[in-house]
């Protein structure tokens, strides 16, 4: 570029608006300026920000004098081209501003504004004469401070622009920022036993071991130098540190380990291991397929000929990784990357750990609960196209945003979840719908797995959209689970019920117990009771800040609100009318836990919902801990739905069918066979056919029955009909408009002039304005303006449209005040 030319840029900052800001750059950075690469602006009076470069120009702006850029953070572009069609794809169809599309996308570590707040990092163990000046001196005024923000740091250092000096300092490893510390950036360590540097070879080794030896005094502590060696701490001349607490569970005791410790002949250190799988060369061979998954690999090889998308519908246990691994091996064989999307990674923590095994470092995990460094890593190796490492990128759906460079796969497993859509904050995108957008851009394949596929994915495949494979047998010909339901209503009438268990129920856990085979409860609703109530008046506590009642917890012992978080104590008497009759209706999992050291005394119980895994690990422990059968019942919200694969269990009982098939939603139906379906297949996974006990009060329940004969045509077929009938997906496309406001009077108004604006144009395709279920949510009232559209109408032009209509009503100045969310393809 022309030294003294006058150039400007459009830049796309993190904040929800939908324009790019035009900066004027100084001569001085003509040189450094590229579309991709991150700039720092001013933005607002004193604000400044990190953002994006989308276009180079000599155009001048008009009505206004534009700012200078105050900094070029990058030598290279950040995203790549490909990245910011899809963010504008994103932008148009999900109707969300470019603002909130660029702050999904980009890990924080990318995002310095003024309001960052910065501290040490927790494991600086860098030499500090290595920090330039105002590096030095900003680690200095952290010594001092806990937390310091941009415009802090920028009047410790007496310059405007500060974000370079931030940015070197995340790259040495000595600062981190606030999001990184949301994160609970705490590394998982374990403690490792390791030989002194005094004894590390054979003949130190052996002379120690025979002085132990000879002295009875030291037998304790020989038995801890013979278990290290036993477990591969000493091979061949090379010491390498074992886990104490596998030696512990060899027998040797923690003092002897101590005392060794002491004496200098072992060491304990505490080392940092990875959350997941350690990252080692692969060490497991492919399993050879079975003659149906070799039908079902060549059929999906036919259908990429001549399909872009294909959906594998293969049953519970049907052994659909084994035909993941075989092609992802082909793509990594073509020196192409593959992504691998999962709807919560935390839950899958078994599927990352056989891909690791097989893909060795392969393998990398992209995923907001892990650091902003691993996710930036990550993003860096892609994005240079370092096929060394991370060609195999598994994550749940913000891995869509990742900087591929040659993309040669996407396989979305469990492709019905709806946790693959994101409902907050903006852009509330779908990860598997996204994805397929994004295969377009690289001219990859896009493989959906499912045993339950969501009815749309299912109906375009049947219209030839998509290809199709089935695969309808368990792996190793095992049986499909036996299905019972057990009669809530005859066995309360019967009263054979105990507590919230039926007698058939508790019969058939007495009996996988005896036999030693482990067991999963599925009740999709945590904590002690739903809703308290007075016998006398009937009043029952609700959130002050949301239209619920409150939950009971009794761990805390609190009431608690689902939605907004709000607590409070347990009331003795009712306010209401001071009768101290307060009974408490419904079970939760908390509950549930509860009754089964009742009614099994001894059973070793524990739960798997929000509350027991608000940790980052707790996860993966739970899980270990069932898997090493340290558990003998897990009860569980949906997530003991998913990606959960043991060898032991041979009783599944769901708990509530009724509760899942009464919700007043389209898709209660779908999702309830869904849910039974999927918790159904953990059951029976190796060994013999397992058993699942569905209680409910109508076992004639047309879903029930096909649950129970395992029929999802059965279920497609009828939900088809009624979906056609009353012009749901997929025969129509769905808009959600949700206002919110403090005010029910002025929402009414304000709710009730959008969708006039919009009949105008769209007729009876409105639906609303009406109160949803939960009408008031963190002391707001929502109401709900639903627009359908026929499936051939032009997304774009309806989109149009609708945007229309939004900023006429928004120009009026009474209706400012209202909040407006846009759902594109609500779930």
């Known amino acids: 570029m022309e030294e003294r030319k006058t150039y400007f840029v459009d830049v796309i900052l993190p904040v929800p608006i939908n324009n790019a800001f035009t900066y004027r750059v100084p001569f001085e950075m003509n040189g450094h300026i590229k579309t991709g690469v991150r700039v720092v ?155 002194s540097e005094d004894y590390q070879s054979d003949e130190q080794l052996k002379a120690i071991i025979e002085v132990f030896s000879e002295d009875k005094r030291k037998k304790k502590q020989l038995e801890v130098l013979l278990t290290y060696i036993q477990l591969g701490g000493f091979k061949q001349g090379v010491s390498k540190p074992i886990l104490r607490a596998d030696m512990i569970e060899q027998g040797v005791s923690a003092s002897s380990i101590n005392t060794l410790d002491k004496d200098d002949i072992l060491k304990i250190r505490r080392i940092e291991i990875s959350r997941l799988e350690s990252k080692e060369d692969a060490d497991k061979e492919f399993m050879e397929l079975s003659s149906e998954q070799q039908r079902a690999l060549n059929e999906i090889r036919e259908s990429f000929t001549s399909k872009d998308v294909t959906l594998l519908h293969g049953v519970t246990g049907s052994g659909k990784t084994e035909i993941y691994v075989e092609l992802i091996q082909e793509q990594l064989d073509q020196g192409k990357q593959v992504l691998f999307l999962l709807p919560e990674i935390a839950l899958t923590t078994q599927l ?313 939603d389209f898709r209660a139906f779908e999702r309830s066979y869904q849910l039974m379906s999927q918790v159904a297949g953990r059951s029976g996974r190796k060994k013999k056919r397992g058993t699942v006990i569905i209680q409910t009060y109508d076992p004639d329940h047309w879903i029930i029955q096909h649950v129970i004969n395992h029929d999802y045509m059965g279920l497609y077929k009828n939900e088809l009909i009624e979906r056609k009938n009353y012009f749901y997906p997929p025969f129509y496309k769905m808009i959600n408009l949700t206002l919110k406001h403090k005010d029910p009077n002025k929402l009414d108004m304000m709710a009730a002039d959008l969708a006039d604006r919009m009949k105008q144009v769209f007729g009876s395709r409105v639906l609303g304005p009406e109160f949803p279920v939960v009408k008031r949510i963190q002391n707001s009232y929502l109401k709900v303006i639903r627009l359908k559209v026929e499936r051939d109408a032009s997304n774009k032009k309806v989109k149009k449209i609708l945007q229309k209509k939004i900023d006429e009503f928004y120009s009026l100045a009474h209706n400012k005040s209202v909040r407006l969310v846009i759902d594109v393809d609500p779930i």
Not at 155 to 174: C, F, M, N, S, Y
Not at 536 to 553: E, R
């Open 41 to 195: 602006v001013p933005f607002g009076r004193s604000k400044l920000q990190t953002g994006i470069i989308i276009k180079i120009h000599e155009i001048v702006p008009e009505g206004y004098q534009s700012k200078y850029v105050e900094a070029v953070l990058d030598e290279t572009p950040i995203i790549t081209g490909k990245q910011f069609k899809l963010w504008n794809w994103i932008s148009e169809y999900y109707m969300s501003p470019l603002g909130d599309v660029m702050n999904a996308a980009l890990p924080s570590n990318f995002k310095l504004g003024s309001e960052t707040k910065v501290l040490l990092h927790p494991e600086f163990e860098m030499n500090l004469d290595l920090l330039t000046d105002k590096e030095y001196q900003v680690y200095e005024a952290l010594e001092i401070q806990k937390e310091l923000d941009l415009k802090e740091i920028s009047d410790i250092l007496g310059i405007k622009t500060i974000q370079p000096v931030i940015k070197a300092l995340i790259e040495k490893r000595v600062v981190i920022t606030q999001e990184d510390l949301k994160q609970k950036y705490t590394p998982k360590t374990q403690l490792f036993v390791e030989l």
């Open 352 to 664: 990352i750990q056989r891909l690791q095994r097989y893909f060795g470092d392969k393998v990398g995990v992209y995923h907001s609960k892990f650091n902003q460094n691993e996710r930036v890593e990550i993003w860096n190796s892609l994005l240079h196209n370092d096929t060394s490492k991370f060609q195999i990128v598994l994550g749940a759906r913000s891995a869509v945003f990742l900087p591929f460079r040659s993309l040669g796969l996407i396989i979305v497993d469990e492709e019905h979840e709806s946790s693959f859509k994101q409902y907050d904050p903006s852009p509330r995108y779908n990860g598997r719908d996204t994805a397929i957008v994004l295969r377009a851009f690289h001219e990859a394949k896009v493989l959906l797995g499912s045993a339950t596929p969501a009815l749309e994915t299912y109906f375009n495949a049947e219209e030839g959209k998509y290809g199709l494979v089935k695969l309808d047998k368990r792996f190793g010909d095992l049986q499909m689970p036996e299905i019972f339901t057990a009669n809530i209503k005859k066995e309360k009438l019967q009263k054979t019920m105990q507590s919230d268990f039926s007698g058939f129920l508790v019969e058939h856990m007495k009996t996988a117990l005896e036999n030693k085979e482990q067991i999963i409860l599925f009740q999709n609703r945590r904590g002690y009771n739903p809703v308290w109530a007075c016998e006398v008046c009937g009043w029952n506590p609700h959130c002050k800040n949301c239209d619920v009642s409150l939950t009971y917890h009794k761990n805390s012992n609190i009431l608690k609100c689902h939605y907004c978080s709000y607590f409070t104590p347990p009331v003795g008497a009712c306010p209401k009318c001071q009768s101290n009759r307060l009974k408490m209706i419904g079970f939760g999992t908390e509950k549930i836990e509860d009754e089964l050291s009742i009614i099994l005394p001894g059973v070793r119980v524990q739960r798997l919902d929000l509350d027991t895994t608000r940790q980052k690990n707790s996860y993966e422990n739970i899980l270990r801990d069932f898997d090493d059968r340290k558990i003998d019942i897990l009860v569980g919200t949906q997530m003991v739905t998913k990606g959960l694969d043991f060898d032991n269990v041979s009783l599944v009982g769901i708990l509530d069918a009724d509760m899942m098939l009464n919700r007043p």
